[in-house]
């Protein structure tokens, strides 16, 4: 009898180091990497008969993994490099590797093994596929050591790596991903990701801080962050317009026309994202907010409607 107690600690402490890898690895912002579907949506792909049981959809799952992995292993890299910063931070301090629940080692371990997996992923295509999951984690490793630091040019490097994305997903499944969807990928992941400095310089200014932590920014950047990320934003939905009136385009829809109504619905996301992070009520990543977000929920349905409006 005195021997089955024995057994529950061993489990316990299993279960708990599970969970501490799997917040560490942040599997959570895997979702971010639904991007790698966006070329056979712009490609009218994902429309065209059997394509839910074609080689082509299953090339886009792996896409999707390899891009999750190496994702992963950057944010592991990325948690290590600002260990001081999140110890300092009221919700970063609960990360595995601020709050020691994991050591440096480990973290590299799990950061090289996810990194390796992405990249041999990366390799089974026969096009250039790896060289784009390459420049991500190199462009990815290059804003963890320093380019953070940099004001404007990490929030480009931030939305360059949603860009690249749509990139190499193109890559892999031979799409040509047109002009159109990477001007307004730029665009609009940069006003995304002003979001994101512009939260955090509030939820700063709140704790009584005058700069960012590893940042570089201070208290007084947050109407220009706010003013060039929201110009950012409404620049992509005239992007989005101007596509509409392609010629190459409009061939694509029955009536092309509708897809201006995608503009004004863009316009109010977009604006009331930058509304509530200056009220200081946007505690999260846009993406990861606007999963638990229902008007966003609403937003996606009306952006849908318009599109099948228009096919």
Known sequence: MTDRPTTKPPRQGFRLGASVIVRALRLHQWIKNILVFLPLVAAHQLSAPGVL????????????????????????????????????H????????????????TGLVLALGNN???????????????????????????YSLGLKQVP?????????????????????????????????????????????????LREARNRGCAALQRRGYGDAD?????????????????????????????RLYSSPQILWCAGPVLVYWIGRLFLLANRGKLNADPLVFALRDRVSYYVAIALGVVVLLAA
Not at 54 to 70: H, K, P, Q, R
Not at 90 to 105: M, Q, V
Not at 116 to 142: D, E, K, N, W
Not at 222 to 247: F, H, K, M, R, T
């Open 53 to 88: 049981s074609s080689s082509l959809l299953i090339d886009a799952l792996i896409v999707f993994v390899s891009f999750s992995l190496c994702a992963s292993g950057t944010y592991i890299i990325n948690d290590l490099c600002d260990i001081e910063a999140d110890r300092l």
């Open 90 to 105: 009221p919700t970063k301090c609960r990360r595995p590797f601020a709050t020691g629940s994991l050591s440096i080692r």
């Open 116 to 142: 390796i997996c992405g990249v041999g992923i990366a390799l089974l295509f026969p096009t250039h596929f790896y060289l784009f999951i390459l420049a991500y984690m190199l462009l990815t490793l290059a």
């Open 152 to 200: 404007i040019l990490d929030i480009i490097i931030l939305a360059s790596l949603y860009t690249l994305r749509i990139l190499g997903a193109g890559c892999a499944l031979s799409i040509i991903i047109s002009p159109w969807l990477i001007a307004f990928s730029m665009f609009f992941f940069f006003s995304l990701a002003s979001v994101k400095r512009l939260t955090e």
């Open 222 to 250: 947050l109407e220009v962050i706010s003013q060039s990320g929201s110009a950012g934003g409404y620049i992509s939905v005239l992007v989005l317009v101007l596509y509409a009136n392609d010629p190459a385009v409009t």
